[in-house]
């Protein structure tokens, strides 16, 4: 496994540099060129901020006065990205996740997306508990969406190769050793063994 930039990472399994790309939602452009896995996980995107910030959302028009940072390239729900593009939101955008918990922590922003599980494993890998303990979210979502492992339509040998990934999924799920993993993800520890 070899990670990169979300758009890059897609490009190369598109033009066949890679086999395939995990975690991307599903999309009519892209159905074309991949083959979709059932789904792999839930993403869950909500707002982060401190808890001395008192933050509340239901509607985008909340959103008006916080000074909100967001990845390069991230797209969110069409009212969100047309509020940005209109300047009704005061979007920064930045090249890591890890900056948004950074600027936050510095007080240089209010809040930003990022999704659930992603940003408890950067605060558990990249800071320590003492300096994120104050860092809470917004329980209602901004998205929520299913996300799949995607392989290239390129290779014929893909087609073959996504039946026997969905069966070990299954059986993973079955097992308990799938939430197992991602209980362990959120924690840090995945990826540290």
């Given at each position: 496994?070899?990670?990169?930039?979300?758009?890059?990472?897609l490009e190369f399994a598109k033009n066949g540099s890679w086999d395939g790309a995990v975690g991307w939602a599903k999309r009519k452009e892209?159905?074309?060129?991949?083959?979709?896995?059932?789904?792999?996980?839930?993403t869950k995107w909500v707002f982060f901020h401190l808890?001395?910030?008192?933050?509340?959302?239901?509607?985008?028009?909340?959103?008006?006065?916080?000074?909100?940072?967001?990845?390069?390239?991230?797209?969110?729900?069409?009212?969100f990205d047309a509020a940005e593009k209109a300047g009704d939101l005061?979007?920064?955008r930045v090249a890591t996740e890890s900056q948004n918990i950074k600027m936050l922590l510095m007080r240089r922003i209010d809040t930003f997306p990022l999704e659930l599980n992603i940003c408890f494993y950067l605060m558990q890998t990249?800071?320590?508990?003492?300096e994120?303990?104050?860092?809470?979210?917004?329980?209602?979502?901004?998205?929520?969406?299913?996300?799949?492992?995607?392989?290239n339509k390129k290779a014929e040998k893909n087609r073959n190769i996504m039946v026997q990934?969905?069966?070990?999924l299954a059986a993973l799920k079955k097992s308990g050793k799938y939430d197992l993993y991602f209980t362990e993800f959120r924690q840090g520890r995945f990826f540290n063994n």
């Open positions: 496994m070899v990670f990169f930039p979300w758009k890059r990472g892209r159905e074309k060129y991949f083959y979709y896995s059932d789904p792999i996980y839930y808890k001395e910030v008192d933050f509340n959302w239901q509607r985008i028009d909340d959103l008006k006065s916080y000074r909100i940072r967001a990845m390069i390239g991230n797209s969110f729900t069409p009212s005061l979007v920064e990249k800071y320590r508990p003492t994120v303990v104050n860092i809470t979210y917004h329980p209602k979502p901004l998205m929520s969406e299913p996300n799949f492992l995607l392989l990934f969905n069966k070990g």
